[in-house]
Nanobody, 121 residues
Framework: QVQLVESGGGLVQARGSLRLSCAASGSIFSINAMGWYRQAPGKQRELVAVKTTSGSTNYADSVKGRFTISRDNAENTVYLQMNSLKPEDTAVYYC???????????????WGQGTLVTVSS
C-alpha cells in the first residue's frame, strides 16, 4: 500500500505564494510520474502540473509562468511552488503518483487526501 501525504495548503492573499508538498511512502514501486490536480467548487477536477521521472514537465495553461512543479533527489516527494496566486486558483489540490509494480509490471496510481488552497482578493 502506497500512501501520499499532502501539506502546505492554506489561506493566502492574491499575488502571494504557497508551496505544496506530497510525500509518498509504503510499498515499493517504480514511479513514472508525479503531479498535481485541483478541483474548484462546482468545477471538474483538472490537471495542474505533472513531472515524469525522465524529466518532462507539463502545465495547465492557466498556471503557466506562475506555478512550478519539482521533485526531490529521492524522487519520492513532489512539490508545487505557486506564485502570483489569483482568487481563481482557489481549489482543493490533489497529489497524484503513477507508476509500475517492480515485479508484475502492473500500472498503479495513487491519490493524496487533498489540501485546500484559498486565495483572497
Amino acid at each position: 500500500q502506497v500512501q501520499l501525504v499532502e501539506s502546505g495548503g492554506g489561506l493566502v492573499q492574491a499575488r502571494g505564494s504557497l508551496r505544496l508538498s506530497c510525500a509518498a511512502s509504503g510499498s515499493i514501486f517504480s514511479i513514472n510520474a508525479m503531479g498535481w490536480y485541483r478541483q474548484a467548487p462546482g468545477k471538474q477536477r483538472e490537471l495542474v502540473a505533472v513531472k515524469t521521472t525522465s524529466g518532462s514537465t507539463n502545465y495547465a495553461d492557466s498556471v503557466k509562468g506562475r506555478f512550478t512543479i519539482s521533485r526531490d533527489n529521492a524522487e519520492n516527494t513532489v512539490y508545487l511552488q505557486m506564485n502570483s496566486l489569483k482568487p481563481e486558483d482557489t481549489a482543493v489540490y490533489y497529489c497524484n503518483v503513477a507508476g509500475v509494480d517492480y515485479y508484475t509490471g502492473e500500472h498503479l496510481e495513487f491519490w493524496g487526501q487533498g489540501t485546500l488552497v484559498t486565495v483572497s482578493s
